[in-house]
C-alpha cells in the first residue's frame, strides 16, 4: 500500500479545487441557487468540464483527464468544504465508471460527451427509503427486439436534471436477487419516462422517475443481460468513496465555521472558545475528522490500485464519513447557539446535506455490516 | 546492514526466509501474555530456552532495535524496511524478541539530546537486552501537571544529590537504571528549571514499592530518593533544559500508547475472538452494533496511525497531534475491551478462565487513558495547540 499522504501532484489538485471553487463556488451560491429554485449551476459545471473535473475518470483518447479516483476523492472532498452543488458525483464518477468498465464503442462515445460537459447522467436504482440495490422490482420485459420498462425509482440524484439515466431493471429473478439484473443506459426525453423534482431538504436534485413501458432497445443495454453488478459494483464503489470524501470535506468546513465562531463570539465576558467545555467537544470532533481522513485517502488508493478488491476500504470510508459528519454539524449548529438555528447562517446547510448524504448509496448500518462481512463477523 | 537501495520484494523475501530459519517453532502464533515479553535486564530470567535463542538472533541481526544505527547494535533499517520486518513478523506469528522502555524511549532520547559518550555507554547495552530501563517522570503532586516535578538535583560540585519521591514508575522494582526529571533550579519558572538525569538503581539510596492496581497486578512503583549521589556527566543535554527532552518523550510515548496498546492492533481480532466465543453473540443486536462500529474506527484508526507515521517519516514530523492519536487509541481500546467483556459473559469473569487474561486485560486499559497524560489532558492540547482555541 503506498503512502496516505498527498502527493505533490495531489496537493497542487487539491490547492487549485480550493481556490475556483472558494471563488466560484462558496457556500452563497448554493442559497442563491435554493432561492432561484435552480438544483446547481449549469454554467459552473462547463466550467469544471473545461479544468477536466467531468473527465477526471475518463480515459485521455475520449477527451478525459484520467486522473484517478484518489484525484475524484480530493475535487469531491474540496467541493464538500463549500457544499458545491455539480453532476460531478452522478455523471463524472458514477456514471463515468460503469460505463468505463461497460468498454464498448457506445460507452466509449457517452464517455466522451461526459468529459466535454455536454451530457450528465443520473443513477436510478432504489425504489424505497433504504439503498438496496438487489432489491430492484422495476421490469425489463422482451419485446421485440429490445424491452418494455416499468416501475418506478426513488431518491435518484440529479434525476430531474440529467440528459441520460442509467436504469437498473430487473430482467431476471426475483426483489433480493443480484442475479437477473440489468443495466440500461437511456436519454431522459424518452416516451413513457415522467420525472417529479422532490423538494429534498438539501435543495439539490433528488427525483422520482416512473417507467410506464418505456421502450429501450438491446443497444441501450449497457454490457450483459442480468448482469447489471458487474458493472454496478466498481460504479457504486466510486460512487460511495467519492460521497465519503465529500462528507468529509463538509465536515471539515462546516467545523472550520465552528471553530472561527468560537473564536469570535464573547459571552460572560470571555470568548466562548476559550470554556474548556466546548474545547473538549471541538478537540473531539477535530480527531474524528483526522480518523475519517484517513479512511478517505486509502478508499481512494485502494480503488486505483485494487480496485477489484475495494469494498471495506470503501464501505469503512462511507461508514466513518457517514458518522463524522453528522457529529459535525450536530456540534456546529448547537455551538453556534441561536444564530445556527437561523436559515440566514449557513451552518443549517451543512447539516441537510449532511443527512442527505448520510442516506445516499447507504446508510451507516449498511456500511457498518458490510465491514463486518468483510472481516468475517 | 541492509542496504537500503535493496528492492523492497528482495528484502520481504530475505526477512521472511530468516525468521522462519531462525525464530524458534515453540514461539510462533503463541497468544500475548504477560510472561510472552521478554523485558531483558541484569535480573532477567527467560521463561524458556526459545526466548532466549531467539533474543540472541535478533541481537546479532540487529533486530532488536532495527532502525537504530548498527555501530550502537541496531540493523540500520530504513522505515520502509523496518515496516516490512514488523508486517513480517506479524504474518509468521514471530513475537517480538525484545521490548523495553530503553527501546522505546530513553534510545531515541539519547540519539536526539545525549552525548557521544552516553550514547555508546547506553545504547548498545538496551539493543542486548542487558539494562532494563524505567522512567521517572510522575510525582505525587505531578501528575497531568508534569512540570511540577519536586525531586531535587542538588550540584554539590562533583556529583549531583538527589531526594525525592516519583510514583507510577513503571516495573522501577525489575529495572537497572532509571531516566527522571528532576528540578535544578527552584527559583526558576516550573518548566525551566527541570533536568534529564540518568541513575543506577543500585546506587545507595534508591528503594522502590511496588503498587498493587485494580487488575491485581503491580507494574508500577513508588520510586523513593534519599540523599542520591549522581555522577555529573549523567545529566542528559543542557541542566536546566530537562523539559524539552521530556516533551520530546512525552510525543514518543503518546503515540506508543495510543498505537502500541497491546491488543488493539497487534492482539486480539475482535472478529476473531467474537467468533470464538460458545454461544453466538453476535445474534444479539446490541453486541453486534456495537462490534461493527469498534471494528470501523479500528481499522480507521490503524490508518491514522500509518498516515502519521508517514507524515513523521516525510520530514513532518506529529508533534501535537500526537495527543490526538493517544486520545483516540486509547479510548478505542477501553471500549473495544468493554465490548469483549460483555461479549463474553461471566466466562470472562474469572482472573485466568476460559479466555485467559480477558479481566486483568480489561482492567489495564483503564490505564491507557491516564498514564502519559490523561484523555482530559490530550483534549487540551489539541484544544490550544492545534485548534489555536484561547485560554481562558
Known sequence: MTSLLDTEEEVMLRDAARGFLDSAAPVSALRTNRDAGRPHDPGLWREMAQMGWAGVLIPEPLGGADMGHRAAGILAQEMGVTLTASPFLSSAVIAATALRSAASDRANDALSHIAAGDETYALAIDEAAKHAPEQCALRAEPAGNGYRLSGSKTFVADGASATRVLVLARTGGIPGEAAGLSLFDIDTDRAGLTRARLDTVDARDHARLEFNGVEATGDDLLGETDNAMHLLRPALDAGQAALAAELTGLATGVTDMTLGYLKERRQFDRTIGSFQALQHRAAHLWAEIEVTASAIANAGRVLDETPDDATLAVSLAKARATHTANLAVREGVQMHGGIGMTDDHDAGFYMKRARVGAEWLGDYGYHAARVAAARGF | ?392
Open chain 2, 1 to 392: 546492514m541492509p542496504d537500503a537501495a535493496i528492492d523492497p520484494a528482495q528484502f520481504r523475501r530475505e526477512i521472511c526466509e530468516w525468521i522462519i530459519a531462525n525464530c524458534p517453532e515453540g514461539l510462533r502464533d503463541q497468544p500475548m501474555s504477560e510472561d510472552s515479553i521478554v523485558w531483558g535486564g541484569r535480573r532477567w530470567t527467560f521463561r524458556d530456552d526459545d526466548q532466549r535463542i531467539w533474543l540472541d538472533r535478533a541481537i546479532a541481526k540487529g533486530l532488536t532495535a532495527p532502525r537504530w544505527p548498527t555501530e550502537y547494535g541496531g540493523g540500520g533499517m530504513t522505515r520502509e524496511q523496518e515496516k516490512i520486518l514488523r508486517e513480517e513478523m506479524s504474518r509468521l506469528g514471530a513475537p517480538p524478541p525484545l521490548e523495553s522502555f530503553g527501546l522505546w524511549m530513553l534510545g531515541p532520547a539519547l540519539m536526539a539530546f545525549g552525548n557521544e559518550t552516553q550514547k555508546a555507554q547506553h545504547l548498545p547495552p538496551i539493543t542486548r537486552g542487558e539494562i532494563r530501563w524505567c522512567q521517572g517522570y510522575s510525582e505525587p503532586g505531578a501528575g497531568s501537571d508534569l512540570a511540577n516535578v519536586q525531586t531535587r538535583a542538588e550540584d554539590m560540585g562533583d556529583h549531583y544529590l538527589v531526594n525525592g519521591q516519583k510514583v507510577w514508575t513503571s516495573y522501577a522494582d525489575r529495572a537497572d537504571w532509571i531516566f527522571a526529571l528532576v528540578r535544578t533550579d527552584r527559583d526558576a519558572p516550573k518548566h525551566k528549571g527541570i533536568s534529564f538525569l540518568l541513575m543506577d538503581m543500585e546506587t545507595p539510596g534508591i528503594t522502590t514499592r511496588p503498587i498493587r492496581l485494580i487488575s491485581g497486578k503491580s507494574p508500577f512503583c513508588e520510586t523513593f530518593f534519599d540523599n542520591v549521589k549522581v555522577p555529573k556527566e549523567n545529566l542528559v543535554g543542557e541542566v536546566n533544559r530537562g523539559w524539552d527532552i521530556a516533551k520530546y518523550l512525552l510525543t514518543h510515548e503518546r503515540e506508543m500508547i495510543g498505537g502500541g496498546a497491546r491488543g488493539l492492533l497487534g492482539g486480539r481480532s475482535l472478529g476473531a475472538f467474537l467468533d470464538g466465543l460458545d454461544d453466538n453473540v453476535l445474534s444479539d443486536p446490541v453486541i453486534r452494533a456495537e462490534a461493527m462500529a469498534a471494528e470501523v474506527d479500528t481499522l480507521a484508526f490503524a490508518m491514522t496511525m500509518e498516515r502519521y507515521k508517514d507524515h513523521a517519516e516525510a520530514g513532518g514530523g506529529v508533534g501535537n497531534a500526537s495527543a490526538m492519536l493517544k486520545y483516540y487509541g486509547t479510548e478505542l481500546n477501553k471500549r473495544r475491551y468493554e465490548l469483549l467483556m460483555s461479549a463474553a459473559g461471566s466466562g470472562a469473569l474469572e482472573w485466568d478462565g476460559a479466555h485467559g487474561a480477558l479481566a486483568p486485560e480489561w482492567l489495564r486499559t483503564k490505564a491507557n487513558s491516564i498514564e502519559g497524560g490523561t484523555s482530559e489532558v490530550m483534549l487540551d492540547i489539541i484544544a490550544k495547540r492545534v485548534l489555536e482555541l484561547p485560554s481562558a
